[in-house]
């Protein structure tokens, strides 16, 4: 049986490659846009799960890296000589990780709730300032309109090629989740996971906690920001709406519903609720729902539900079905999230 | 050579060495410099940038002094606080134009007076905000103690729910509604040569009657000093013999309704729409931050100062001619500062 486990990823791999090929003809663009969203949302929900579930940081400011990275693609690309995607790409990590340390640097000395506020507050003057119609800021920004109708290269241009975009989205996944899984698993993600169990005792036994906080900040900012370039180069666009609150609750509702704490929860999360918005969406069940009862309320209070009833989301149910690491993960989730330590920490 | 090391400049060594009015001063101090560099008249100054400072500082302190206690006493940080708020000011608006009889979709009750109206939506909203945080507290906030990290998520998730609310109910929708005023508090009063609106003075007289009564009640009051041991030691209360839980609820609800009040009353000032809930809490948390989590008179304080910082860097904007988007992002700056220097705010526990 244990073979068959090994080769569970490249059986899922294959699968997401063919899937492409797999729809009628005539919805086969549709699908490939919606996998697109559902690849590039995983990017971002992972990233914040690096933060919540691996750290233990309630950052409620991911919508400013996401934000960061868009804009910073649509700016080098709406030039009268677009920046070729190599610099492109550059710029964006560079950004992510600039963003990720100065926020860390600036926030991460305090504790839980006040790193929350930072972020949030910054996410929002970050709003106003992209939504604002100044004549001095909206030459770069766009204001309320954003950044519209980019030059994106032919080859992996998503209205032309979408198979290469949607082949450029998967990659991108597929090699930032090993990236992740890579860090997460190397000594430096054992000791975040030290932190998010008792940041104290790590301290104690000698390590620079938060220098490791910043680090894992700096990681997230960099995915996120890597998510929101992803998700420019497809919209063709960049608004000022990737700033809002919204965007940082998608990305909490992502990582609750596929399971804090897991690397492919949020993955499996980002498919839940991409689907689910469409499938609520569609005209045989919006027939059935009430007209006042919208998409974002429903979403609004199955997170309320979750975080209530079902905190450890879709990887906690599937750990309890399968019995065996049930155990170790529910304690850790519980463990990482004990009163104790937190009413220490606000002290 | 001496064995004892020289006291070195980090930060946390400065951190220390600041006093818990070091924040006023350098407040008080930047006041002055934006004086120096935009001058205004002594008129200007009255009714163009103090008087509009306290009205708003009247409105933060409502907000954040529910938030402040609520803190302090229970260790729950309520991100939905600024929703409370808007809806506050939902229910006090929908009671101006529902129940107005000129309005063609009026509610079959109707009263002729906009006076009557505008008193009857204050109280409304005070106690539909009251009414909603209680229920928060009970079905929410009460089972998550054993995990507060969801408290918070889930507080984050409600202003989500409350935002998608108000804009799934069709009389209220996703647009800016402009105030609408009560016929006695619609005038301007004549102050140094200049109109000065009567509305804003009702505001000033609203929040400093209340922040001086819940100030009083704190003080003096047997609740009060319960409630002030709770912020100190919860536990300890408890082993006396009181029942903290129920504190906990009332105070919740009361913190709700006050935050209510202020969108009630500010309804008729700054109009209403569905963002206002998130831009009043940011500046809330601006205000706990500068006065302390958990300090009721760091509320207090913290919102004069943010008040009347939002006004002299307005002022100074207008002058300069700098963007105006530049004065919204300042404040946060403000805060950014304060945390950095003296986590603990003017009066809050320091770390």
């Given at each position: 049986?244990?073979?068959?486990?090994?080769?569970?990823?490249?059986?899922?791999?294959?699968?997401?490659?063919?899937?492409?090929?797999?729809?009628?003809?005539?919805?086969?663009?549709?699908?490939?846009?919606?996998?697109?969203?559902?690849?590039?949302?995983?990017?971002?929900?992972?990233?914040?799960?690096?933060?919540?579930?691996?750290?233990?940081?309630?950052?409620?400011?991911?919508?400013?890296?996401?934000?960061?990275?868009?804009?910073?693609?649509?700016?080098?690309?709406?030039?009268?000589?677009?920046?070729?995607?190599?610099?492109?790409?550059?710029?964006?990590?560079?950004?992510?990780?600039?963003?990720?340390?100065?926020?860390?640097?600036?926030?991460?000395?305090?504790?839980?709730?006040?790193?929350?506020?930072?972020?949030?507050?910054?996410?929002?003057?970050?709003?106003?300032?992209?939504?604002?119609?100044?004549?001095?800021?909206?030459?770069?920004?766009?204001?309320?309109?954003?950044?519209?109708?980019?030059?994106?290269?032919?080859?992996?241009?998503?209205?032309?090629?979408?198979?290469?975009?949607?082949?450029?989205?998967?990659?991108?996944?597929?090699?930032?989740?090993?990236?992740?899984?890579?860090?997460?698993?190397?000594?430096?993600?054992?000791?975040?996971?030290?932190?998010?169990?008792?940041?104290?005792?790590?301290?104690?036994?000698?390590?620079?906690?938060?220098?490791?906080?910043?680090?894992?900040?700096?990681?997230?900012?960099?995915?996120?920001?890597?998510?929101?370039?992803?998700?420019?180069?497809?919209?063709?666009?960049?608004?000022?709406?990737?700033?809002?609150?919204?965007?940082?609750?998608?990305?909490?509702?992502?990582?609750?519903?596929?399971?804090?704490?897991?690397?492919?929860?949020?993955?499996?999360?980002?498919?839940?609720?991409r689907l689910l918005d469409q499938w609520l969406k569609s005209a045989s069940v919006s027939a059935f729902l009430p007209t006042w009862l919208r998409a974002d309320l429903l979403f609004g209070l199955i997170y309320v539900a979750l975080v209530l009833f079902f905190p450890a989301g879709i990887m906690g149910a599937i750990n309890r079905l399968r019995g065996r690491r049930q155990q170790r993960s529910v304690q850790q989730v519980a463990q990482a999230l004990k009163p104790q330590e937190a009413l220490e920490e606000s002290r | 050579m001496s064995v004892i090391s020289r006291p070195s400049t980090s930060w946390r060594s400065l951190r220390s060495q600041l006093s818990r009015w070091s924040i006023f001063v350098a407040l008080s101090a930047i006041f002055g410099i934006i004086l120096v560099v935009a001058p205004a008249s002594w008129p200007k100054l009255v009714t163009g940038i103090v008087l509009p400072g306290l009205t708003l500082a009247a409105v933060f302190f409502l907000l954040a002094a529910g938030l402040s206690l609520i803190f302090g006493l229970m260790d729950v940080l309520n991100f939905a606080h600024g929703s409370l708020f808007m809806l506050g000011a939902y229910l006090a608006w929908s009671c101006n134009v529902w129940l107005d009889p000129r309005y063609p979709g009026h509610w079959p009750v109707t009263i002729a007076s906009?006076?009557?109206?505008?008193?009857?939506?204050?109280?409304?909203?005070?106690?539909?905000?009251?009414?909603?945080?209680?229920?928060?507290?009970?079905?929410?906030?009460?089972?998550?103690?054993?995990?507060?990290?969801?408290?918070?998520?889930?507080?984050?998730?409600?202003?989500?729910?409350?935002?998608?609310?108000?804009?799934?109910?069709?009389?209220?929708?996703?647009?800016?509604?402009?105030?609408?005023?009560?016929?006695?508090?619609?005038?301007?009063?004549?102050?140094?040569?200049?109109?000065?609106?009567?509305?804003?003075?009702?505001?000033?007289?609203?929040?400093?009657?209340?922040?001086?009564?819940?100030?009083?009640?704190?003080?003096?009051?047997?609740?009060?000093?319960?409630?002030?041991?709770?912020?100190?030691?919860?536990?300890?209360?408890?082993?006396?013999?009181?029942?903290?839980?129920?504190?906990?609820?009332?105070?919740?609800?009361?913190?709700?309704?006050?935050?209510?009040?202020?969108?009630?009353?500010?309804?008729?000032?700054?109009?209403?729409?569905?963002?206002?809930?998130?831009?009043?809490?940011?500046?809330?948390?601006?205000?706990?931050?500068?006065?302390?989590?958990?300090?009721?008179?760091?509320?207090?304080?913290?919102?004069?100062?943010?008040?009347?910082?939002?006004?002299?860097?307005?002022?100074?904007?207008?002058?300069?001619?700098?963007?105006?988007?530049?004065?919204?992002?300042?404040?946060?700056?403000?805060?950014?500062?304060?945390?950095?220097?003296?986590?603990?705010?003017?009066?809050?526990?320091?770390?």
């Amino acid at each position: 049986m244990i073979w068959l486990r090994r080769l569970l990823p490249v059986a899922i791999v294959a699968v997401l490659a063919s899937l492409p090929f797999a729809f009628a003809e005539s919805t086969t663009r549709f699908w490939q846009g919606v996998l697109i969203q559902i690849f590039v949302l995983a990017i971002y929900a992972l990233s914040y799960d690096i933060l919540l579930g691996f750290t233990g940081i309630v950052s409620f400011g991911q919508a400013l890296f996401l934000g960061a990275g868009g804009y910073t693609t649509a700016i080098l690309l709406h030039r009268e000589q677009p920046a070729s995607l190599l610099v492109v790409l550059l710029a964006v990590i560079g950004v992510g990780l600039l963003l990720g340390a100065g926020v860390g640097l600036l926030s991460l000395r305090l504790s839980g709730v006040y790193f929350s506020m930072i972020t949030l507050a910054l996410a929002e003057i970050a709003f106003i300032l992209f939504r604002t119609d100044d004549a001095r800021l909206k030459p770069y920004t766009g204001g309320e309109i954003g950044i519209q109708g980019l030059d994106v290269p032919a080859l992996i241009d998503p209205t032309q090629n979408r198979l290469h975009f949607y082949f450029l989205a998967l990659a991108s996944m597929i090699a930032l989740y090993s990236f992740a899984r890579r860090v997460i698993n190397s000594p430096t993600g054992r000791v975040w996971l030290a932190v998010r169990e008792n940041e104290t005792r790590a301290a104690v036994l000698g390590y620079n906690t938060l220098r490791l906080k910043v680090a894992a900040t700096m990681l997230s900012s960099t995915l996120a920001a890597l998510a929101g370039m992803l998700l420019v180069l497809y919209e063709k666009s960049a608004t000022y709406e990737m700033f809002s609150v919204s965007m940082t609750i998608q990305a909490l509702l992502m990582t609750i519903i596929g399971g804090i704490g897991t690397l492919v929860g949020p993955l499996l999360g980002a498919a839940t609720l991409r689907l689910l918005d469409q499938w609520l969406k569609s005209a045989s069940v919006s027939a059935f729902l009430p007209t006042w009862l919208r998409a974002d309320l429903l979403f609004g209070l199955i997170y309320v539900a979750l975080v209530l009833f079902f905190p450890a989301g879709i990887m906690g149910a599937i750990n309890r079905l399968r019995g065996r690491r049930q155990q170790r993960s529910v304690q850790q989730v519980a463990q990482a999230l004990k009163p104790q330590e937190a009413l220490e920490e606000s002290r | 050579m001496s064995v004892i090391s020289r006291p070195s400049t980090s930060w946390r060594s400065l951190r220390s060495q600041l006093s818990r009015w070091s924040i006023f001063v350098a407040l008080s101090a930047i006041f002055g410099i934006i004086l120096v560099v935009a001058p205004a008249s002594w008129p200007k100054l009255v009714t163009g940038i103090v008087l509009p400072g306290l009205t708003l500082a009247a409105v933060f302190f409502l907000l954040a002094a529910g938030l402040s206690l609520i803190f302090g006493l229970m260790d729950v940080l309520n991100f939905a606080h600024g929703s409370l708020f808007m809806l506050g000011a939902y229910l006090a608006w929908s009671c101006n134009v529902w129940l107005d009889p000129r309005y063609p979709g009026h509610w079959p009750v109707t009263i002729a007076s906009s006076n009557l109206r505008f008193a009857l939506g204050l109280i409304i909203g005070m106690l539909g905000g009251a009414l909603i945080g209680a229920l928060i507290e009970v079905c929410f906030i009460r089972p998550l103690y054993s995990r507060p990290i969801y408290q918070v998520l889930l507080t984050l998730g409600l202003v989500f729910v409350f935002d998608a609310l108000v804009r799934t109910i069709p009389a209220w929708g996703s647009l800016s509604r402009p105030p609408i005023k009560p016929s006695a508090l619609s005038g301007s009063l004549e102050l140094l040569g200049r109109r000065f609106p009567t509305y804003s003075l009702f505001l000033i007289g609203l929040g400093f009657g209340l922040a001086l009564l819940i100030g009083a009640v704190l003080q003096r009051a047997r609740v009060g000093m319960i409630i002030r041991a709770g912020v100190q030691d919860s536990a300890m209360v408890e082993a006396l013999g009181i029942n903290v839980r129920r504190v906990f609820t009332s105070v919740f609800a009361a913190g709700s309704g006050l935050a209510a009040l202020g969108g009630a009353a500010a309804a008729s000032f700054i109009g209403v729409y569905p963002e206002m809930g998130l831009e009043y809490q940011l500046f809330a948390f601006i205000v706990v931050v500068i006065g302390g989590l958990g300090s009721y008179g760091g509320a207090a304080l913290g919102a004069l100062l943010i008040g009347l910082a939002r006004t002299f860097s307005d002022h100074l904007v207008l002058e300069t001619s700098l963007p105006t988007a530049i004065a919204s992002a300042s404040t946060v700056l403000v805060m950014a500062l304060v945390l950095v220097l003296r986590p603990g705010g003017m009066f809050g526990k320091q770390e």
